[in-house]
């Protein structure tokens, strides 16, 4: 089976632009998930997709948005980047369902460098 | 407020030794948890998981103990191998709460000395 895909893998944009990152899930998995990974802050969660639907938000500002395509595909995308935007995007898939706890299946991370 | 914390933000260990990485957490409503091992360049791996309703759980060289009454819990790497060293991340999440992410620390850096 293949495992989680993210493109693209490295980025560098200009403060004030837009940026859209994509993430394939493991073939069958319906849960998408996105991290931010900084030196400063470590691992934190921004935003779960599950049946095209976003089921839960991290603690992150409305610059951050995500979707979900009916083929469990999800993008996420940054809008107006900072400087402090630059980081480690990852993604996580999981099979999901409500009242189960699965597993998160990472992929590689897109490291984003804003300039 | 960091609900997960891994207090050491790396650990050197003598290849054959045991390794031991410990995490504290401060919501008592996480009720899963899960130890992450990542490498340079690459995303965090599943590495074993534990329910609160068990206080330890064993996969060949790694074992996860819980102690719920102190929220803490610990992984075992014995006995440890030079691939051991990377970052170990220590995550929980609330069981049924369906959509919550992973609650993740910062990580220990495991060195494993030759």
């Known amino acids: 089976k293949a495992g989680v895909t993210q493109t693209p893998r490295y980025l560098i944009k200009t403060r004030g632009q837009q940026v859209t990152l994509s993430c394939s899930p493991i073939?069958?998995?319906?849960?998408v998930s996105w991290y931010q990974q900084t030196p400063g802050q470590g691992l934190q969660f921004l935003f779960e997709?599950?049946?095209?639907?976003?089921?839960n938000k991290g603690n992150f500002p409305g610059r951050f948005s995500g979707r979900q395509f009916s083929n469990s595909r999800s993008e996420m995308n940054v809008s107006t980047l900072e400087l402090g935007d630059s980081a480690l995007y990852l993604c996580?898939?999981?099979?999901?369902?409500?009242?189960?706890?699965?597993?998160?299946?990472f992929g590689p991370g897109t490291r984003l460098t804003v300039t | 407020d960091q609900q997960v914390k891994q207090n050491s933000p790396s650990l050197s260990v003598q290849e054959g030794r045991i390794s031991i990485l410990n995490c504290d957490y401060t919501?008592?409503?996480?009720?899963?948890f899960l130890w992450y091992k990542k490498y340079p360049a690459e995303g965090p791996t599943f590495l074993i998981s534990?329910?609160?309703?068990?206080d330890k759980n064993e996969d060949g060289r790694f074992t996860v103990f819980l102690n719920k009454s102190a929220k803490h819990l610990s992984l075992h790497i014995v006995p440890s191998q030079p691939g051991d060293s990377a970052v170990y991340f220590c995550?929980?999440?609330?069981?049924?709460?369906?959509?919550?992410?992973?609650?993740f620390g910062k990580g220990t850096h495991l060195i494993i000395q030759p």
């Open positions: 996580a898939s999981s099979p999901g369902g409500s009242g189960w706890i699965y597993e998160q299946y």
């Open positions: 073939s069958g998995h319906r849960s």
């Open positions: 997709y599950f049946s095209e639907t976003q089921r």
């Open positions: 919501n008592s409503m996480f009720d899963y």
């Open positions: 534990i329910s609160s309703i068990k």
């Open positions: 995550a929980a999440r609330v069981v049924g709460g369906g959509a919550d992410g992973l609650t």
